[in-house]
Every structure is written in structure tokens, then in C-alpha cells.
């Protein structure tokens, strides 16, 4: 529940600034997507850390989920462009989009997060 509450948290911070950058500012679609993915995942990891896993501070485990979410990163902006060149750039397509994009993240964030980062003995 901790992971869904911080999840929905993060991907609202994610999705105002990449639709402020991408609507409001007229930024490029996957550098808006960009900037609000590096924004909302700090926000997630922060939260995660403290909250959801109660883990303590670690370096090893702030590199692998650096690398998870550059993973992750890659897999978001990879659909968001994608749906964003086949339909239609409005707000609507857009959001459409953000939610598959993060839906397929969140999956891969959780179980690699559970299962190896954060794992509970």
C-alpha cells in the first residue's frame, strides 16, 4: 500500500512537469518527459527508502536503484515518445500515454525493488 501511495505521489509530480514543460513551455515531448521522470523518481526514491522499506541509508543501494531507474527511464521515455508520434499530441493522448508509460515502469520499479533492492528477509 506504502508503494502505491508513494507511486501515485511521484507520477503526479512527474506528470505536472512534463505537461507544464511539454504544454506550457512547448518543450520538446521526450525532454519534458525527461525532466519530470528525474523529478517524480527522486521524489519515489526518497519516499521508498524512508517510508515504504524503511531501509537505511546505503550507497550500494542508491547505485543499483540509479541504474534501475535509468533502466526504467529508458523504458518510459521509450513508450511515451512512441505513443506520442502514433496518436495525436493533445492532453488527453498525452495523459493516455504517461499512464501506460508509468503503468510498465511501476511494475518493473516494484518487483525489482522488492525483490532485490529493498529485500525483506
Known sequence: ???????VLSAIVDFSITIALQYGLDVQLSLAKAVGFVVGTTVAY???RRWTFAAAPSRKRFVAV???YLATFGVQNVLYTLFGH??????????????IAQGTATVINFVVQRTVIFRVS
Open 66 to 68: 540509479v541504474l534501475l
Open 46 to 48: 526518497l519516499i521508498n
Open 86 to 99: 502514433l496518436w495525436p499530441e493533445t492532453v488527453v493522448y498525452s495523459a493516455v500515454a504517461f499512464v
Open 1 to 7: 500500500m506504502r508503494f502505491l501511495v508513494t507511486g
